[in-house]
């Protein structure tokens, strides 16, 4: 039996398809029966890395999805219009979707997966998080039996690259950017990435597998990379830290019961100072990891490459393999997989980061007065803010520079103390603040 596939877009990813469908050798059988019936694309005169013949080829994007024999349509078009339209257009036309548009899931997965449900047909979308990396499909599979406690990951390249070169090189984050801009390695626009809205669109994605509910976008408290200065590399190296750009989901430790509507979860995305010991630490340059600990299981570390043509076209063609599997094998099927198909109902209670509790990191700028470290102790105190150190590093210019690390705290604690401080007449600025893991 062969399914007839369309792929819409021949960009990095959809080139990087195309090259494993078409030289089957020494892969898995099951891709023999997968053609390549009609490729979407923008403009037929562009040169492309891959040679599909010529007939393939349309600009009629409406007319793929809308044809009788394609069985699985794969976006690969990126952005969210036209590639949310035609995804619902070929979901109401029976086709199965496989995808690796992270932004469209994360925000109109309730409607894509609502419309895939009620048409029968799967909505799969391993190469949206984590490029190459096998990481939803395990946490719908082999995770599955396990009562998952937390997802914490570096899933952004360009950032893990920016802060990989910082650390390494004592560079400013503007000059690292602009160099990994000329690179290649971020966007002209690099806002998505810099920003974290990138990371929030897939923790959003992983957290709705993981507890088994709708995220909306908006819940994930969303903090990105600008604020990191070579100062704060120092000296989160002299502390035995790195700082990584970490995509956190994690249930509420108070959460009790087996009902997952009643329960509480976190969803945030920022800059976080890493125990050097931590598995994330050692993950650099533009790969990405991810940690996933669960009960039974413990601990689970998933890293690997986490964009590009290979890797991504990796995950994009195993969602293709795993509908041809099922396909093939119950064609008279009346219910979806149920270890295959997304079809949450409810939304997750996402706590408000205020309730956070985490250890914190600061830097602060004060004018070089007797007592300085002691007001910010008092007024840390007041607001029950307990300090595992507080040290004078030096001075940039006349201003004295202080670190200040704190124990476990309630976060709404802490941005309380911290306003107070602010108003000290000693106290010039904050430049730094945040979170350790």
């Given amino acids: 039996m062969v399914f007839k596939i369309a792929l819409l877009g021949l960009g ?10 078409l030289d089957t050798a020494g892969r898995n059988p099951l891709l023999q029966g997968i053609e390549i019936a009609k490729v979407g694309v ?27 024999e394609i069985d699985i349509v794969v976006e690969l078009l990126g952005g969210l219009e036209p ?15 496989v995808t690796a548009n ?52 570096i899933v952004n390249g360009t950032t893990n690259y920016i802060l990989t ?38 923790i959003a994605i992983l957290a709705s597998i993981a507890f088994a509910g709708r995220i909306k976008l908006s819940d994930v408290h969303c903090e990105g990379i600008r604020q990191v200065s070579a ?11 790195v700082i990584k750009l970490l995509a956190v ?46 009960e039974p299981i413990g601990q689970v570390i998933f890293s690997g490459p986490g964009a590009g043509s290979g890797p991504t076209a990796s995950a994009v063609v ?50 070089d007065h007797p007592g300085v470290i002691g007001h910010l102790g008092t007024s840390f105190g007041k607001h029950h803010v307990s300090l595992e150190s507080v040290v004078q590093i030096g001075f940039q210019g006349n201003l004295a520079e202080i670190v200040v690390v704190t124990h476990d705290v309630r976060e709404g604690n802490f941005r309380e103390a911290l306003d107070e401080i602010r108003t000290l007449e000693a106290v010039d600025s904050i430049p730094s603040i945040l979170r350790v893991l």
């Fill in 42 to 68: 923008r403009s037929l005169d562009k040169p492309r890395e891959v040679q599909l013949p010529l007939e393939l080829m349309t600009t009629d994007l409406e007319e793929i999805v809308t044809n009788p």
């Fill in 165 to 202: 070169r910082m650390q390494r090189e004592g560079g400013e984050f503007a000059d690292i950017l602009a160099d990994a801009q000329r690179l290649g390695y971020a966007e002209a626009d690099p806002t998505a990435d810099v920003d974290g809205l990138d990371a929030a669109d897939k």
């Fill in 249 to 294: 989901a994690k249930r509420d430790p108070m959460a009790t019961g087996d009902n997952p509507k009643s329960e509480t979860i976190q969803l945030r995305v920022h800059p976080t100072l890493v125990a050097k010991t931590h598995p994330l630490a050692s993950i650099n340059d533009v790969y990405n990891g991810i940690v996933v600990e669960g």
């Fill in 12 to 21: 990095t990813v959809g080139t990087g398809t195309a090259k494993i469908l």
């Fill in 318 to 367: 195993s969602d293709i393999l795993n509908i041809a599997a099922v396909l093939k094998t119950d064609l008279e099927a009346k219910q979806l997989h149920p270890l295959l198909s997304c079809a949450h109902q409810h939304y997750c209670n996402v706590a408000p980061i205020s309730d956070l509790v985490t250890r914190f990191y600061a830097r602060f700028l004060s004018q």
């Fill in 83 to 97: 590639a949310r339209s035609l995804m619902l257009k070929a979901i109401a036309q029976g086709k199965h979707i």
């Fill in 231 to 241: 100062a704060d590399i120092v000296y989160a190296e002299k502390l035995g830290f």
């Fill in 102 to 153: 992270k932004a469209v899931i994360s925000r109109y997965g309730d409607e894509i997966f609502a419309a895939a449900e009620e048409a029968g047909v799967y909505v799969m979308l391993e190469a949206a998080v984590g490029g190459g990396i096998p990481v939803i499909q395990p946490l719908k599979q082999a995770l599955g039996v396990n009562r998952i406690h937390s997802i914490t990951g």
